[in-house]
């Protein structure tokens, strides 16, 4: 084509008779004058090795949202292949490549579309259904239940035969675990601690001058129950009572609102408690 028109044959009649548009002939008329130097641009070879550079560059950051994404999908180096597969398809959902996902968790590539292609085990259909269980019952207990309870509640409250291995780890593999520990109270801050007012005398002169409160654990076969009381030290009497599932500052209120609308004490009556962050708030 270039030949024809540097022996003086216009361009309209070439591309008439090769077929092809007027355009891509001075396209690449000039990108042979450029590759002459005899006008100034980017030389094919130059084009071919800036093409070529992108594709790696592409390439390469492809290879490394794989490895970022592998190291957020497997937290652990010793895998098995299944966790594998199910991490490639979770990459492969995502827009990247399989075949390199698979080069870079070291597993066949047929392996990977058989592990996809075949049916869920019944054993894996099984594992699903008491992972949405446990979660259930987890999120019931507002997170406090572990292994044990998870799976005295599977067994006795629902009837269902499982092992404690077996929801030890789906529980595991479901990032669900109980509450450790005791919960670590605060205590009242200086300016909120009143001075004791009794000096440690047990003793009253009437009804109603001094009552004495305190809040109490008790264990129950749903979980801790607490108990806040208001006692008369006059003549021993419970003249206020709560009962709630978490020591909080209501609990001590509604007992010393019981107290109050029962007696409705007279100005002067002591109400003496611990230094505890109930009674201090």
Not at 29 to 36: L, N, T
Not at 125 to 142: F, G, P
Not at 164 to 171: D, I, K, P, T
Not at 183 to 197: F, G, M, N, T, Y
């Amino acid at each position: 084509m270039l030949d024809l028109i540097e022996v003086g044959r216009k361009v309209a009649d070439v591309a008439h008779d090769l077929g092809i548009s007027d355009q891509t002939i001075y396209a690449w008329r000039r990108q042979d004058r450029i590759d002459r130097g005899l006008e100034s641009g980017l030389s094919s070879g130059e084009k071919a090795e800036l093409t070529a550079a992108k594709k790696r560059i592409a390439e390469l950051e492809t290879e490394v949202a794989v490895h970022r994404r592998v190291t957020e999908l497997l937290k652990k180096e010793a895998v098995p292949p299944k966790d594998r597969y199910a991490a490639i398809a979770a990459m492969v959902e995502e827009g990247l490549p399989a075949q390199l996902a698979c080069r870079v968790l070291e597993v066949s590539e047929s392996g990977f579309y058989h592990w996809r292609s075949r049916p869920p085990s019944a054993r894996s259909i099984r594992h699903a259904r008491l992972t949405d269980l446990i979660t259930e019952i987890h999120q019931s207990s507002q997170g406090r239940y572990g292994a044990r309870r998870v799976h005295a509640e599977l067994r006795l409250g629902r009837g269902i035969l499982v092992g404690h291995g077996a929801v030890e780890m789906l529980m595991r593999r479901a990032y669900l675990a109980g509450a450790m520990g005791r919960p670590r109270w605060k205590h009242a801050k200086p300016d909120e601690i009143v001075q004791d007012l009794v000096n440690r005398d047990v003793t009253a002169t009437g009804p109603d001058r001094t009552w004495r409160t305190d809040i109490t654990e008790h264990r129950t076969r749903e979980g801790k129950l607490y108990c806040a009381v208001v006692l008369d030290v006059y003549s021993r009497r419970v003249v206020g009572w709560s009962i709630d599932s978490s020591p909080t500052a209501a609990l001590v209120a509604n007992a010393l609102g019981m107290a109050i609308d029962n007696r409705a004490p007279q100005s002067g009556t002591i109400i003496h408690s611990d230094q505890g962050v109930q009674y201090g708030s």
